[in-house]
């Protein structure tokens, strides 16, 4: 129910859930598994030496700096966003920041207002394009 579609990438369970009708003000540190379905406004890290795995669900917002190692993305993030290993964004996505990421798949209809950046240290970077319009290798 709150699993992500693993990739290869992310391979903590969920253990954590900021229900639809939550709103939090303020700054959220977690470790293991992370879904967002409510509002955060404030910056959203794993716990130090971690890497964790944040889903911000379709009807979910987070207002602030997003830092986990492993991200999947259905709702709006307003603010910047660190993926230290992989970055998924779904077709709902909307993010309105700069995107760092070591890996990332980006499927058809999300959207990023900022720059992609690539981390260094990365040895087989994939990047994949899910769509029908051919660019996908």
């Given at each position: 129910?709150?699993?992500?579609?693993?990739?290869?990438?992310?391979?903590?369970?969920?253990?954590?859930?900021?229900?639809?009708?939550?709103?939090?003000?303020?700054?959220?540190?977690?470790?293991?598994?992370?879904?967002?379905?409510?509002?955060?406004?404030?910056?959203?890290?794993?716990?130090?030496?971690?890497?964790?795995?944040?889903?911000?669900?379709?009807?979910?917002?987070?207002?602030?700096?997003?830092?986990?190692?492993?991200?999947?993305?259905?709702?709006?993030?307003?603010?910047?966003?660190?993926?230290?290993?992989?970055?998924?964004?779904?077709s709902a996505?909307?993010?309105?920041?700069?995107?760092?990421?070591?890996?990332?798949?980006?499927?058809?209809?999300?959207?990023?207002?900022?720059?992609?950046?690539?981390?260094?240290?990365?040895?087989?970077?994939?990047?994949?394009?899910?769509?029908?319009?051919?660019?996908?290798?």
């Amino acid at each position: 129910m709150f699993g992500t579609k693993n990739s290869g990438a992310a391979k903590n369970a969920i253990d954590t859930l900021i229900g639809i009708n939550t709103k939090i003000e303020g700054d959220v540190t977690f470790c293991g598994g992370l879904r967002i379905d409510g509002e955060v406004r404030g910056n959203i890290r794993c716990e130090e030496g971690q890497q964790g795995t944040l889903v911000i669900s379709e009807k979910a917002t987070v207002e602030g700096e997003v830092r986990v190692g492993h991200v999947v993305v259905n709702g709006t993030i307003i603010g910047p966003v660190s993926a230290s290993e992989s970055l998924e964004l779904l077709s709902a996505a909307h993010v309105t920041g700069d995107v760092e990421y070591q890996q990332i798949e980006i499927q058809q209809g999300a959207v990023i207002e900022g720059r992609l950046v690539h981390l260094p240290g990365a040895k087989n970077v994939e990047l994949k394009l899910a769509s029908n319009s051919g660019l996908a290798d």
